[in-house]
């Protein structure tokens, strides 16, 4: 039995329910962990997308937080939709991984005061700042229910689909092995590429910053960079598992 999570707030989740659901990218096993929050706080009913058998290692995941704006009303301030529709679609090709649909809306700080955040964005500060002025953290996410689902499916180490440095570390502080980090790049568009340059500023995003800056075309060239456990870069065929994005 694997030993992570190492957070103790995972002792809470439990798995729940789970039955197959077609989706456009092909059948996936949705499997429910509903994190109990305590008598006055209720319950989060967190989802794992999964496509094949994914016990042992190099499993493709993509851990993703809920972003209502983003996935239900295609919010082009952001790049959540595309990225949570790219992992269905890389994982449907992979024919094995899954997805951990995390519900930890705003990067943890909850829908309304995101939507407080962007009202003040409307008015010109950053993704970071407008968290800041509301006395918010930058990203309050947790990822032990992440590692529980890990564990719960024999998944023994992972080939993780994001740009987000801090999510690699993350993940591995609760004791998940990341093999290697794919990057989740999905093409800008005029509304969100502000908000892509700061999370590559300020966040250390792993993007093609002097393309954002200069409004150029991004192209494929990031996306088909992996790292090794260590973080240093390799060539995308130093790995055939992988494929490089399109
Ligand atoms: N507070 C805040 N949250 C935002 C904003 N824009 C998007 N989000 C949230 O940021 C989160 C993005 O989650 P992910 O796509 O899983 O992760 P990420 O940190 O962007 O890293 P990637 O794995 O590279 O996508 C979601 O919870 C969104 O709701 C914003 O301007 N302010
Ligand atoms: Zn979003």
Redesign the pocket.
Known sequence: MNAFPRSSKAASVVRYSEANVPTEYGTFRVVVYREDLGARNGFHDHVAVVKGDVRGDDVLV?????????EVLHSM????RE??DLGLRRIAEEGRGAVFY?R??????G?G??IR??AL?ERGV??VD??RMLG?P??S?RYDVAAFMCADLGIRSVV?????P??VQALRAEGVPVARRV??FVEPNEHNRG?LI??TRR?G??LDIAALVAGDHVGPIEPMMTETADGEPIAPDGDTKVRPLR
């Open positions: 993509r851990v993703h937080s809920e972003c209502m704006t983003g301030k952001c790049d959540c990225q949570l995390l930890q809306e705003g990067r943890g700080i829908l005061d995101k955040a962007y964005q950053d993704t407008a968290n918010l930058d990203d996410r993780l689909l994001t740009n987000n801090l999510k990057s989740a908000y700061a999370k966040m995003h792993h």
